[in-house]
DNA sequence: CGGGTAAGTCAACATGCATTGACATAAGGA
DNA sequence: TCCTTATGTCAATGCATGTTGACTTACCCG
């Protein structure tokens, strides 16, 4: 694998024979992995070298290559907390932010690009749509008051990933009068949503 | 594969010893293939068996499993024509459709994954982009009308992909109040995009 | 009707993969 | 310090895959 670099063991502490460490870093490693080259493309010879581990631990420690990726997929879904976004901004800045270009360096990407990868599978679609459920519809909805219903956080994070997904699939960044175009629609459409003026 | 059931030719045409043919019908099988499985996923020996033919077969034809992928790509991304949708339909009509379940056995939800799939890898998604830009995007501006501009189409096709996605990690169909509250809120939003009243 | 060529079949190969088990070694308490 | 156990290392195995080449056979033109 050439997309991660030949960095090997950048992510590993200082201390040695701890299990518990190796574990995580094994599990970061995992969930970086995944999100920019996808579940197959992925070999876990390519895991242990991002890691600085050794093959042989993952099946150890996580029962199997699959079982390394839907305890990734889980720690990926998990937020450390939706950031409390200010409501009179929050429509423009998302809107600036999918007129731009798609970062791979960006951890929010490989995190999207993970989720969506996991979104094409029959197996692992079932499990994002509960995680989606609940660490995702809920907080928006909570986020949106508590006259809005379900429905109105479904809409709000369908037309979010939308966005996304144009953005990843469009690569550049929008340029001149169609950048500020773009922006204002964005704008107005999710400000349509959340229902803010 | 078990996922695409174990039957064998069943797109095989009757007339015998005829390349044109065969590499039509290993083509199609690899549509399907694809858009269910994966690129990874899906072996040659798969695609063969599901179209009826040889594997060997497929590197004479197509180069290489890179090359069927690149060449059913290019065939799933050029539609038969967009439809004349009614304008003043148009909006419900999605909403409708966006409502239900994901139904695998609907080639379009087949080719809708196939897409994905191929937005999410790196090597793919430069030639998806192009394609969206000149089958999907120019036409829906030209639907829209002249006086739109291309952000018009494009947040257009986000919106549309990311209920598609929706619907997908979703799984099951809205029902109740949810479900009218749904349509109603896409319909507003896509009315709110194509300038519909 | 017969031969030449295109089309299909089959077996084999090289490769990369996940996984397993045996072995070495560091860590920490008695 | 020594012994036990957890932790890391290494080589080997079995399997599935893409690809190649040699072989067989149907088709078609003369």
Known sequence: MTELGEAAGVLAPPRRRD???????????????FAVTGYDRTSLRDIAALAGSDVALIPRYFGGKEGL???????????DRLRDWDRSRFSRDVAEMMAGAADIADPRTR??????????????????????QERFLAP???????????ER????????????????IRGAALEGAERTAFVERVTAVIDGVIGAE
């Open 153 to 168: 956080a479904r809409v709000l994070a369908a037309i979010y990933i939308g966005f996304l997904v144009e953005r990843l």
């Open 140 to 150: 928006i909805r909570d986020w949106l008051g508590d006259e809005a219903g379900q």
């Open 19 to 33: 299990a518990a460490a190796t574990r995580a870093t094994i599990l970061e490693a995992a969930k970086t992995a």
């Open 69 to 79: 990726f839907t305890e990734a997929l889980k720690a990926t879904i998990a937020p």
């Open 111 to 132: 995190t999207f690009q993970f989720l969506l990868q996991a979104a094409t599978s029959p197996t692992t679609a079932p499990l994002l749509g509960q995680a989606v």
